[in-house]
């Protein structure tokens, strides 16, 4: 049986909420990070060889990688839902925010926390100016697309919304990003909030945390 492999504050949620709002039925495992900088324990780690989340098994597959496994589960277990077809009007701008998530959006993060982590100064590094720029470029892309469509690939939720929600909250909490100048960031997270899908899927990955909406 499809088994999601959850580590707490992680991009798994991701999977979750997929399952959730598919109503598919999965075995859900969940994953207590350790040490006083959370890194992940050994037996996530054993997982995959990669030793990050998220993770998925099914029968004797493994596999790894938020963009992947959502592929697979919609094709696999969800007759084609939140995927958009080829003749769908939404089908570009779908395809463009699913891979523009992980391929630049959280890149981008993740260099800022590099540089954060290393206390370089924007003013004496021209990686950490043009790390800052291009960070704020891709905020200002988000407010615009949400500022046009209700949800990034148009006007109905799809995989696109799945990878984007955890950039937008999870890690933004953990990267202290305010969105008070983003009023269509909050209405969006307001309206992502309201899903029982996300509701459920959010209690399971991580209980006791109420989700970053805002």
């Given at each position: ?160 919304d799945i990878m984007m929600v955890y950039g937008l909250t999870t890690s933004r909490a953990m990267r202290g990003t305010s969105i008070a100048a983003f009023p269509n960031i909050r209405r969006y997270l307001a309206d992502i909030g309201a899903r029982p899908a996300y509701q459920s899927a959010m209690a ?11």
């Amino acid at each position: 049986m499809l088994t999601v492999h959850h580590l707490g504050l992680s991009q798994s949620e991701r999977i979750v909420w997929l399952c959730e709002e598919l109503g598919i039925d999965y075995v859900f495992k969940r994953y207590e990070r350790i040490g006083g900088k959370g890194y992940a324990p050994p037996e996530y780690k054993a997982l995959h060889p990669m030793g990050i989340a998220p993770v998925i098994t099914d029968g004797a597959l493994v596999l790894g990688e938020s963009g992947a496994i959502c592929d697979y589960i919609c094709g696999r277990y969800g007759d084609g839902r939140l995927t958009p077809g080829p003749d769908h009007p939404d089908f570009a701008n779908h395809l463009f925010w699913f891979h523009w998530c992980n391929g630049t959006f959280m890149a981008t993060l993740m260099g800022g926390s590099v540089i954060q982590l290393a206390g370089t100064d924007i003013s004496d590094s021209p990686g950490a100016a043009f790390i800052a720029d291009r960070t704020a470029r891709a905020w200002g892309m988000i407010e615009t697309r949400l500022g046009e469509a209700p949800f990034f690939g148009g006007s109905d939720l799809t995989t696109a919304d799945i990878m984007m929600v955890y950039g937008l909250t999870t890690s933004r909490a953990m990267r202290g990003t305010s969105i008070a100048a983003f009023p269509n960031i909050r209405r969006y997270l307001a309206d992502i909030g309201a899903r029982p899908a996300y509701q459920s899927a959010m209690a399971k990955a991580e209980p006791g945390m109420a989700p970053v909406l805002t």
